[in-house]
């Protein structure tokens, strides 16, 4: 067994050993539900797709997923875990990646959950699936920007709710970036250049250029370049942490 897959194993299994696994699956799926479904005006709109399900899904992994990533590793350095693991024959970027790929698996679960509501679109009338399907892989790849940005931020501190916090606020900030009220601020007092590059940086804007079954590699590259600088940077501060 690879280290990578030892620590996932170990991770998954340390979720559904507590409450707080089920927990976050029911919350999820009952947010959805209601968001979807009436928030959303599924049915008002008369039209046969799933835009109002993936418009909530920011905002419900804005909470969730931090509760998620917050304890991934503030909880090993409060308790006088991790000193453990950096001595084991694994690598921090290892270890890393398992911790990463386990909260990943595990959201991954909660949107295959939801298939309900797929049936339902597909009983009420004649979505494109293929759309619907690019929205799933746009929310989990969203997500895995998400769970990365949490791993890191918990590598940075040994207190939970504040890895929570860091996380929320970095999250929130990285969804609005894009957002024409916040460009149209901005507009003034930067250059061009500046506030195309904040626009780009939005990962709203990503997502929901996916979510509309527009699989541009520009969008996939965001969030694949969002995964990876995000561990690395966590990668870093565990060896910050290490050396010291």
Avoid at 143 to 152: E, T
């Amino acid at each position: 067994m690879s280290p990578v897959n030892a620590v996932m194993r170990r991770e998954l299994r340390s979720f559904f050993v507590t409450p707080m696994a089920y927990v976050f699956l029911v919350i999820f799926l009952v947010l959805a539900g209601i968001l979807t479904f009436y928030t959303g005006d599924f049915y008002e709109r008369g039209q046969a797709d799933l835009q109002p399900f993936f418009v909530v899904h920011p905002w419900l992994y804005l909470i969730l997923v931090p509760a998620i990533t917050m304890r991934m590793w503030a909880e090993e350095a409060k308790g006088g875990t991790l000193e453990l693991l950096l001595t084991l024959p694994v690598t921090l970027w290892q270890a890393m990646l398992g911790k990463f790929l386990a909260a990943w698996l595990f959201i991954g679960l909660a949107l295959a959950l939801t298939f309900p509501i797929w049936l339902t679109v597909n009983y009420l009338g004649a979505p494109d699936n293929g759309v619907i399907l690019a929205g799933y892989l746009g929310s989990w790849l969203m997500a895995g920007s998400f769970v990365a940005i949490g791993a890191c931020l918990s590598a940075l501190t040994r207190s939970q709710v504040v890895a929570f916090v860091l996380t929320a606020v970095v999250c929130v900030l990285l969804i609005l970036a894009g957002q024409p009220q916040v460009l149209d601020f901005f507009s003034g007092a930067l250059p061009r250049k500046l506030i195309n590059a904040l626009a780009y940086l939005s990962m709203l804007r990503h997502f929901e250029a996916v979510a509309r079954g527009v699989l541009d590699l520009r969008d996939l590259a965001y969030f694949a370049l969002s995964i990876v600088g995000w561990l690395l940077a966590g990668v870093l501060l565990l060896e910050l942490k290490r050396v010291r």
